[in-house]
T-cell receptor, first 113, second 117 residues
């Protein structure tokens, strides 16, 4: 059965700390790995990774995909209280000419001042 | 450009009733997917529509159905509501869905919070 597993499930850090969130996947017909940030309602898109070993960066956030070992990490440096959220990892599975996202359980990050 | 619009934002229904939720994707996007989010199960795929055709369906009972119109707007319907259907229902819009070379991201709406009492 296809699955995406995130770790840790929750994390409490202080402002300025660096955090690493993990995501492993076992998905048939895998196409891409996506990271989302969910604060209240809509998950907001962070990164989409399709190639192994190429780091994507956006400000203090960065992410990389390892397609051989089937995992991805999301790094957040110099954390701020505004980074507090649930971070979701999702793998895109392709079938029937379409696709679907298979989500992990999420990592709840709490950044204390 | 406008984002993904879901209506209504909140709904309270009684067991046994039916409900229809609406999703308007980003202009030009032809793929609309629906997801159910609950504390216990997380985000689970319901179905995907592309050009008015359902391409994929998740593991949900037949009480969950949907459709897509020619303007790409989509509706999902849940009949004979059960308490366990209480959830946040999210709609995701994509240019072409996961098949596109290189993949396209999915943009989510703010969701409809359904409470069944």
């Amino acid at each position: 059965e296809d699955k995406v597993v995130q770790s840790p499930l929750s994390l409490v850090v202080h402002e300025g700390d660096t955090v690493t969130l993990n995501c492993s996947y076992e998905v048939t017909n895998f196409r891409s790995l996506l990271w989302y940030k969910q604060e209240k309602k809509a998950p907001t898109f962070l990164f989409m990774l399709t190639s192994s070993g190429i780091e994507k960066k956006s400000g203090r956030l960065s992410s990389i995909l390892d397609k051989k070992e089937l995992f991805s990490i999301l790094n957040i440096t110099a954390t701020q209280t505004g980074d507090s959220a649930v971070y979701l990892c999702a793998a895109t599975e392709i079938y029937n000419q379409g696709g679907k996202l298979i989500f992990g359980q999420g990592t709840e990050l709490s950044v204390k001042p | 450009k406008a984002g993904v619009t879901q209506t209504p934002r909140y709904l309270i229904k009684t067991r046994g009733q039916q409900v229809t939720l609406s999703c308007s994707p980003i202009s030009g996007h032809r793929s609309v997917s629906w997801y159910q989010q609950t504390p216990g199960q997380g985000l689970q795929f319901l179905f995907e529509y592309f050009s008015e055709t359902q391409r994929n369906k998740g593991n949900f009972p037949g009480r969950f159905s949907g459709r897509q119109f020619s303007n790409s707007r989509s509706e999902m319907n849940v009949s004979t509501l059960e308490l366990g259907d209480s959830a946040l229902y999210l709609c995701a819009s994509s240019l072409a869905g996961g098949l596109a070379v290189g993949g396209y991201g999915y943009t989510f709406g703010s969701g409809t919070r359904l409470t069944v009492v």
